[in-house]
């Protein structure tokens, strides 16, 4: 590890002014139990042999990188490259981490995973790993992204897990988080709450990084070895910020771009895009501190984007440091140019990419005209095929983007 990575965030969790742990008072010993659990069991050689194992032989890794040949074509000027984090089983990078969490949450001696889920995706890779070590999983889902979102709870089902509709409020992500909490609470001492970004509570943004760091280590070693020098520009799609983080890792102190690009939906206005880092402000948000998108009441903002898995009105408090201290940047692309980088991709390359992963895709191909002779790589979070019926029933074949 680097010294950045070692040195952040401190001891309390903050990585600058972002991050620690507000919790509620009987969260404390669990989060804690959870902090000593993670230095002590993560750095063990068993633990690191059986993450390796799992990580080879149940996940596929390494994912290779891939050479956008005929996008950075089509595109003119930089070429092209992407992290196949959509060849990694169950389809995203989001499983790199869950198998970890489970890993611990075993050593622990816990017997059970929970977690909320929004469009399903974090449900899905965390009961993937409850099936793999034989625990119990309990997913909260709020009502609206059940019906919304069919497949993904038919998956949790036949994973085995217990799915808990939430049916208060605006029956969506953040009644869920709190649902799972709430349940969380009186189960603690044999069930592990697995959080499904870099977000919430400490040690969850750092732990979270930590086991997504794979991806910029096997990234930065394979493009090392395909081009024999460092991509010019490293780029990712920020949801909370996990695959983002992951990639970043491995370049944090190499003289590279970083890129964060956020959703900018259908517009700047508040409402319609998820773009916090460029129009959000300090704030704390789930237990942490970050930036924040607000409505006028100072509460977290309604957000919208052609991509579920982006839409968070806070960010992974890394991110935020990242951006105050310069030394990564935030971009955004909207949903038509997330929906025309996902054809493009399909189209040109053969890869049907998450709408999630299209806006990385987007920010490349509007980028490379403007960097002749330079390197563009990004990370593709996860594969479309959760997409395609969506996409195909309210745009037809992209024929009009
Ligand atoms: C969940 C998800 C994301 C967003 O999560 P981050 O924590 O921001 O990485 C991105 N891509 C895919 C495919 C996802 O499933």
Redesign the pocket.
Known sequence: MTTYLKDTPNADGYFGDYGGAMLPPPLVPHFKEIREAYDKISKSAEFIRDLRYIRKHFQGRPTPVSHLKNLSDLAGGAQIYAKR?DLNHTG???LNHCMAEALLAKHMGKTKLMAETG?G??GVALATAAAYFGMECEIHMGEIDIAKEAPNVTRMKLLGATVVPVGFGGRSLKEAVDSAFQAYVPQADHALFAI???VGPHPFPMMVRNFQHIVGIEAREQFLDMTGELPDIVA?????????MGLFAGFIEDDVALYGVEPMGTSSKLGEHAATISFGEDGDIHGFRTMVLKDENGDPAPVHTV?S??DYPGV?PEHAHLYRTGKANYTSANDKEALKAFFDLSRHEGIIP?L??AHAVAFATREAPKNPGKSILINL??RGDKDIDYVTETFGFGEDL
């Open positions: 984090e995203a990078h989001k469009a995706q974090h499904g970004s870099v990712a799609c920020v949801g909370g910020g996990s695959n983002a991509a898995g982006l992974g998450a999630e992963s979070s996860g």
